[in-house]
């Protein structure tokens, strides 16, 4: 049966999410996340306010309508700028528009956006509110515990209560702090040490609020045990690197049957063909599934052949890839 606690329900629409990753979560990627996971919620790569405006909006901004539920992450701290790139966004029709407050690379930092923004709490609410202003879709934010030295308790709190003030009522939260200085955006995923408790406390103190947990989930243990205290989990690399993963987590969590691996493929493929029709290739596709049969007999060939993939190849390594998996499963 599915996990069920009085603060999660099975139909809360953050109960299982996947994570904005940069370079990660593409189009492609959401989709086939969407066929392991039919009830997650699915986030974009963190699409920067000005590119939104004034960029190839198809192609920063397109999605196929099969990936909602899903949600826009935007980047930016100019809150009219955000209310132009919310707007776009609600109109091409993603379910929710979320503002990074915790993403630590020195080229976010640069632009004034990011995990930095936590330390201005009031522009924060002062950019939800202008979005909120010109959409009808929830308005969310994804924070951390923290910046640098300005960690503790009170300035965590500080900063949830001005963005609530301001309507922000769904809040991510990675359960690190951030060094701007010092730490890499991949050894701030890591180092920084994870404290899950801070996020539970602010869950019971502010029930009014949609609290998710993320950073750090990497078993249906640990899930379970986070959605007994708030509202949702948020999912990254372990979606990504063991993606079947993702479906398995999901079909504990709502309770419907996990499809096979090839399954999963086979439901892949039709859009695969579409998108080599329009000018596309297998490779754009094939690297977000390299991690499909990950822990599995032939997981190494799969991810080899399918590496493989050429230019006008069509579908050649991926049929070359379940080859290699039937042929280490027949000697198994």
Known sequence: MPAESSKSTLHQPWRLSVAPMMEWTDRHCRYFHRLLAPNARLYSEMVVAQA????????????????????????????????????????????????????????????????????????????????????????????????????????????????????????????????????????????PPLDYARVFALKRDRPELTIALNGGLMDQAAIDAALAQVDGVMLGRLAYHDPYALAQIHGALFGNDVPSREAVLASLRPYIERHI???????????????????QPGARQFRRELSSARPGSGFIALDRALAAVDQWRAAA
């Open 277 to 295: 029709a329009r000018g596309g290739e297998l490779k754009h596709i094939a690297r977000h599934i390299l991690g499909l049969y990950q822990g």
């Open 52 to 191: 939104a405006i004034f960029g190839d909006r198809e192609r920063l901004l397109g999605f196929d309508a099969a990936e909602h539920p899903v949600a826009l992450q935007l980047g930016g701290s100019d809150p009219a700028l955000l209310a132009q790139a919310a707007r776009i966004g609600a109109e091409f029709g993603y379910d929710e528009i979320n503002l990074n407050c915790g993403c630590p690379s020195d080229r976010v930092q640069a632009g004034r956006f990011g995990a930095c923004l936590m330390t201005e709490p009031a522009l924060v609410g002062d950019c939800v509110a202008a979005m909120r202003a010109v959409v009808s879709v929830p308005v969310t934010v994804k924070c951390r515990l923290g910046v640098d030295d300005f960690d503790d308790e009170a300035f965590f709190r500080a900063f949830i209560d001005t963005v609530a003030s301001a309507g922000c009522a769904v809040f991510v939260v990675h359960a690190r702090k951030a060094w701007l200085k010092g730490l890499s955006p991949k050894e701030n995923r890591e180092i």
